[in-house]
């Protein structure tokens, strides 16, 4: 009876770990892309109203045309507990506080000495340093009406270098182009989606012509393993 009564209890121990065992969570992918086309062809695309499927659809097809070109590919794995992150970056270190200019030439130089007699490099004090090139985070949830995606995609671009001063006090300091977007979405597998635009605003960071509109998108998709 004692064995018996052992067996039963191994067994009702062995499906309560089933029953609480905690059901494996579904493992995605975030593809993120951007595409570029004039602010003619952009606006022309928006007033369709085609829903965020077929105009990418679209996109693609103006690709194969060359009436648009992409700017960004970024795929990330991300699930329920693990949130995604992609980066294609490169870091620039740049100096932000010039040391004062130094001269050869004794401490107290006579009165006949209008101006020191030869300089010196300058050298920075400080120095800080920026990922140029475009990062991507998002997390993902289940919701009521599905799956809730939420978005963070950044740009960066050295625009140039901008010169402060006059004579050997003359400085360059770097001119940075940042695009920012953030979204929270509910998302269909294999659907995707537009999250908005990541236009770049200087002239500088445009291609050469007509003025070009960036469409970011996103698809979620199941991981395959």
């Not at 992609?86 to 270190?93: D, L, N, R, V």
């Not at 009406?145 to 960066?156: D, E, F, N, W």
């Not at 004579?167 to 940042?178: E, I, K, W």
């Not at 200087?202 to 003025?211: F, M, N, S, T």
Request: glycine residues 6%; proline residues 7%.
């Amino acid at each position: 009876m004692k064995l018996n009564a052992l067996k039963t209890f191994t067994l009702w121990l062995s499906l309560l770990s089933v029953i609480m065992a905690e059901e494996p969570q579904p493992d995605y992918e975030l593809t993120y892309e951007v595409f570029s086309l004039p602010l003619a062809a952009a606006a022309d695309l928006r007033r369709e109203n085609l829903g965020g499927v077929k105009m990418h659809a679209r996109l693609i097809g103006m690709l194969e045309n060359k009436n648009a070109s992409q700017e960004t590919f970024l795929l990330c794995h991300l699930s329920e507990k693990q949130d995604g992150r992609a980066s294609t970056t490169e870091e620039f270190i740049y100096p932000t506080e010039p040391e004062p200019d130094h001269f050869m030439g004794p401490k107290t130089p006579p009165a006949q000495y209008i101006a020191p007699l030869f300089a010196l490099p300058r050298v920075a004090q400080a120095y800080d340093s920026k990922n140029l090139g475009e990062t991507v985070e998002a997390s993902i949830s289940k919701s009521e009406k599905g799956l809730l995606l939420r978005i963070q995609a950044k740009h960066v671009s050295l625009l140039g270098l901008d010169a402060f001063g006059t004579g050997v006090s003359r400085a360059p300091f770097p001119r940075f182009g940042v695009q920012k977007i953030t979204a929270s979405s509910q998302v269909a597998l294999g659907r995707p989606f537009l999250i908005g635009t990541v236009s770049p605003k200087i002239a500088k960071a445009q291609k050469p012509g007509e003025r070009q509109i960036w469409l970011a998108w996103a698809t979620v998709t199941l991981s395959k393993k």
